[in-house]
């Protein structure tokens, strides 16, 4: 990339969802630092982008935001929602416009892949709202706090704790547990059908195990799948397109 600037193909440098570290291993041995970073940023992602957008800002690159709608769009019954209230009523303003207010709040450039009307229109018409309160930018940051106890990553699963969920603390805390017994059952269920396809026999007790052993598989599969994506969606999601 540094040589096609020097060629003259490009203007600038600019990269894409770099973290602190990365840009800090870029700056280190790059001739050109990158003039701008795109990383996902809304309410939900904040305290966990602070060392991303400090260094951005020490290091004059600008912080380009994208997904920032996320909240309204994937998660409209979360904190966030409920604290877009009151600067919707001050500003007489949409919560999406609430949202790119806070975005440049915090000194980043808003950006938008929406082919939605509205959406642009509510987009262009900030320019004639003032700025949000400090208060109220205070107000958005903790809504979207999450927890750290609230956030689990051990290499199986990233997931968040939905409340919504019954029982989910506990279905989390034996996850390794459920997946070992799906890894056996699957490993069982190979088993049967060989020893079965060798005898050629008629069906018996071990049929009937294996086809158990099928039903408990895929049903729990099914169940461990739906949990990770409706947990890890209210929180990762970019909320793209919209």
Known sequence: MEQAKKDG??????????D??????????????PVINQINLHPYLYQSSLD?????NENRIVVEAYG??????????GPVTAALIEPQHRLIATAAQVLFLWVRAKGAV?????NRSERLVEYLALGKLGPLYQAEVNAI????AIPSSDIESDGWLVIM???????????????????CILILQATALTYFVYVRSLRRASPNWETMVCAGSVTIFFTASILLTLIRRRATARV???????
Do not use: M, W
Not at 9 to 18: L, M, P, T
Not at 52 to 56: D, R, Y
């Open 141 to 144: 940051d903790a809504a979207g």
């Open 20 to 33: 602190a570290k990365q840009l800090s291993d870029i700056v280190k041995i790059a001739k050109e630092v």
């Open 9 to 18: 193909i490009a203007k600038s440098i600019g990269v894409s969802n770099f």
């Open 68 to 77: 920032s709608l996320y909240p309204i769009t994937q998660y409209p019954d």
């Open 161 to 179: 704790t939905d409340p919504t969920i019954p029982h989910i603390d506990h279905i989390l805390k034996y996850r390794r547990f459920i997946s």
């Open 236 to 242: 990762f999601g970019a909320g793209a397109n919209v």
């Open 52 to 56: 991303t957008l400090k260094f951005c």
């Open 110 to 114: 808003i950006v938008t892949t929406t």
